[in-house]
């Protein structure tokens, strides 16, 4: 799986799922003796082949379709400590790795967006983290872990249907009964209104922009027809 937004216009972004099918090895990379069960490299690998279940983009040069190379990816953090003498020593760690990991399991939110073949939801509260929600406009913390009702419908809604999805445990009848937090209604009812108003005003603009067409066209077929009036007297 991605596991950071590479080129989202082609689906290869947090999320996307696929399959390895080959690894380019560092060319300095001493012979290795495959008949071993683990392999340890000395190099990081120049790149590996992936076969993403979705992508838009054009099939490369000599690779199967969908099939794009992931080369690693270079990132530096800054780490700022104190020292005994209260002194800020900032440190420079650079960190070098593929974009992606397993996709033995993942969050609701990498799975958005996709339909997945075969399911198995986890809804039962987990151990982190907290997720209010709303009861007749009251907030209400359910407990560390809880979670909302955005998380529900993305989990329950991966599966095409009721007998491709199944739920691993038991969870929480209550996350159910709650209400989205009105500041986000509020603001999705202002978007609304955005939305319908940027609409008629394009209309309008359209209809305004149609009549001085035509009204231009009139004044210069009046004036053609008064120019050959007067050639003709």
């Not at 392999?39 to 099939?59: F, N, T």
Request: charged share 20%; proline share 5%; aromatic share 8%.
């Amino acid at each position: 799986m991605v596991t950071q937004n590479v080129e989202t216009d082609l689906d290869i972004a947090n999320g996307a799922r696929g399959t390895i099918v080959d690894i380019w090895l560092d060319p300095n990379e001493p012979l290795l003796a495959l008949q071993q069960p683990l392999i340890k490299l000395k190099y990081l690998p120049v790149c590996i082949l992936v076969k993403l279940e979705w992508m838009h983009a054009s099939r490369l040069k000599d690779l199967e379709e969908s099939v794009i190379p992931v080369e690693p990816t270079y990132k530096p953090y800054h780490i700022s400590c104190q020292t005994n003498e209260g002194t800020i020593v900032t440190c420079t760690v650079h960190r070098c790795q593929f974009l992606m990991t397993t996709a033995y399991a993942f969050t609701d939110y990498c799975s958005q967006g996709q339909t997945i073949p075969a399911v198995i939801v986890d809804i039962a509260t987990p151990p982190t983290g907290v997720s209010d929600t709303f009861v007749k406009g009251k907030k209400l913390t359910l407990c560390a872990g809880g979670l909302s009702l955005f998380n529900l419908y993305v989990a329950l809604s991966r599966s095409s249907g009721c007998q491709t999805i199944r739920l691993l445990r038991d969870f929480v009848m209550k996350v159910f009964q709650g209400a989205h937090c009105p500041e986000l209604l509020a603001e999705n009812d202002r978007l609304e209104y955005l939305n319908e108003k940027t609409l008629k005003e394009w209309k309008e603009a359209v209809r305004t922009a149609e009549h001085v067409r035509r009204s231009t066209y009139i004044i210069v077929h009046l004036n053609h027809i008064e120019s050959l009036c007067g050639k003709l007297l």
